[in-house]
């Protein structure tokens, strides 16, 4: 069975440290794998999509790893901010799960002021 | 675009009772996923529709759940009868292709007592 997960499930920073957000993923025949946030009460929207040729993505502060020989992808964020709290979940787009894409459980970020 | 919309944002119903949710894509996508999160399963995939079709509803949990997409740009996610266990927040995404980034609407959240 292919599954995702993400640890830790929460996560406490100060405002102005980088931070790493850890995805792993058991199966390494992957389309993409993607990377969204999750505003409490809100729906997700997408951060980076990385594709399976690909390492890595970069979107302003956010910077997403992919090897996918290791089954493991990263979050990174520079220069943490209060608005960066929200929980943060890793998606996987596995070929052999008929074009599901399959969550982790998420990390919960909070950044203190 | 005003991205995907679902209604009602918010159900409360009682048990017994037929619910049927809402979901409008973002116009041009061609599929259609219904998701369910709850704190102790977090993110599932239920069904999904490709350019109207139904794909996969392997997710569906039983029976009295079903789903429809009479056109590009509306479907249905019907529970008959419902139960306090269905209680989640049930969201609708669509992307251009099943591969692609995808795009969540709010939610809804159910309620049922």
């Known amino acids: 069975k292919q599954e995702v997960t993400q640890i830790p499930a929460a996560l406490s920073v100060p405002e102005g440290e980088n931070l790493v957000l850890n995805c792993s993923f058991t199966?390494?025949?992957?389309?993409?794998l993607q990377w969204f946030r999750q505003d409490p009460g809100k729906g997700l929207t997408s951060l980076l999509l990385?594709?399976?040729?690909?390492r890595e993505q970069t979107s302003g502060r956010l910077n997403a790893s992919l090897d996918k020989s290791s089954g493991r992808s990263t979050l990174y964020i520079a220069a943490s901010q209060p608005g960066d709290s929200a929980t943060y979940l890793c998606a996987v787009f596995f070929y052999n799960q008929g074009g599901k894409l399959i969550f982790g459980q998420g990390t919960e970020l909070s950044v203190k002021p | 675009d005003a991205g995907v919309i679902q209604s009602p944002r918010h159900e409360v119903t009682e048990m017994g009772q037929e619910v049927t949710l809402r979901c409008k894509p973002i116009s041009g996508h061609n599929s259609l996923f219904w998701y369910r999160q709850t704190m102790m399963r977090g993110l599932e995939l239920l069904i999904y529709f490709n350019n109207n079709v139904p794909i996969d509803d392997s997710g569906m949990p039983e029976d009295r759940f079903s789903a429809k997409m009479p056109n590009a740009s509306f479907s249905t996610l019907k529970i008959q009868p419902s139960e306090p266990r269905d209680s989640a927040v049930y969201f609708c995404?669509?992307?251009?292709?099943?591969?692609?980034?995808?795009?969540f609407g709010p939610g809804t959240r159910l309620l049922v007592l």
């Open positions: 199966d390494s025949a992957i389309y993409n």
């Open positions: 995404a669509s992307s251009a292709t099943r591969q692609e980034t995808q795009y």
């Open positions: 990385i594709q399976s040729s690909q």
